[in-house]
């Protein structure tokens, strides 16, 4: 099995980083900043392991709005941890904006399980369960304002859903992002704030960054959101001693079913990739994740 370095340089894009587009190298320069963080994947899956095994239901909130649409980043990665949960017999309700959550409902989740798993607009989200995981989902500044990665002002463009965390916050709260605007990632808004442009001074009046204020119980930071959420799941593959595999084949699908409802990708916004990845890099990226962690 692969070594707390290996996981996290796969995770951060070491090994693909002359391929990586500008924004697949985020986490590696987040990660690199002074002084260097090493993520420590097992611990992370542990607690994450003690966590959901005490939990009644699990939370999961995606959504990043984009061009009067949504991302693809972050509806895969909710699929990938949420399917997984599924089958090790827990019940999952996704939350998202009601155009994010339509193609979300036609994903191929595992219908042996499918009555534990629900679907809740972002907007009818009454409470948010003792275990939450928020993935590509817009975080406040300490302002209390959301922005894209270009420092503009998208606040208006989703639910508020952080007031319902400050009500009642969660027992266990993960977070998973790659660029540092993304709910939860508070921990790392110093070294956000001095590596990722705007991090600290954002393109509208608030004048308080991207870099997002609220820290979650743990966090998780990679190439993109959809690819951290694998690996991770991986990772828990082990704990919960199963086999479990994601394969290209999968991806595509995913991809056709959010492309359909004009679910593009947040940086070029085109169809069939995910934050400027070419689909042969991604394609890569997902085989040797694989192999790592089942050979």
């Known amino acids: 099995m692969p070594s707390i370095k290996d996981s996290h340089n796969e995770l951060i894009g070491t090994r693909h980083l002359a391929q990586l587009p500008e924004g697949g190298k985020r986490a ?9 963080l090493i993520q420590d994947l097992k611990t992370v899956a542990k607690r994450f ?20 649409t949504f991302e693809t980043d972050g509806p895969i990665g ?21 155009e994010l959550l339509e193609a979300m409902t036609q994903f191929p989740w595992d219908r042996s399980v499918f009555s534990c798993i629900s679907f809740t607009p972002t907007s009818h989200l ?17 302002q209390k304002i959301c922005h894209n990665m270009r420092g503009d002002d998208i606040s208006s ?15 266990y709260w993960l977070a998973i992002g790659d660029g540092g605007n993304e709910l939860g990632l508070g921990t790392l808004k110093e070294r ?23 820290r979650s119980s743990d966090y998780v930071l990679g ?4 690819l951290t959420a694998l690996m991770l799941t991986l990772e828990l593959a082990i704990r919960f001693h199963v086999k479990w595999v994601y394969t290209w084949e999968t991806e ?29 890099l991604t394609k890569e990226i997902i085989r040797h994740m694989q192999t790592l962690y089942n050979d």
Request: with cysteine; proline share 7%.
């Open 192 to 214: 956000i704030q001095e590596v990722i442009p705007f991090g600290k001074k954002c393109n509208c009046p608030c004048d308080g960054g991207i870099a997002v204020e609220r």
């Open 28 to 36: 590696y320069q987040i990660m690199h900043a002074n002084p260097p």
């Open 223 to 226: 190439m993109t959101s959809n």
């Open 126 to 142: 009454k409470n948010i369960s003792e275990f939450f995981i928020s993935i590509e989902r817009p975080g406040q500044n300490s």
């Open 157 to 171: 463009m989703i639910y508020n859903i952080e007031d319902r965390l400050e009500e009642k916050p969660p027992k």
């Open 252 to 280: 595509k699908e995913l991809l056709r079913i959010l492309n359909s409802h004009n679910i593009i990708d947040g940086v070029t916004g085109q169809l069939n990739s995910v934050d400027g990845f070419k689909p042969s």
């Open 78 to 98: 909710a699929f990938i941890l949420g399917n997984f949960l599924l089958q090790q017999g827990f019940s999952v309700n996704i939350t998202s904006e009601s």
């Open 49 to 68: 392991e003690k966590a959901v095994n005490s939990a009644d239901s699990v939370t999961i909130a995606t959504g990043f709005p984009v061009r009067g």
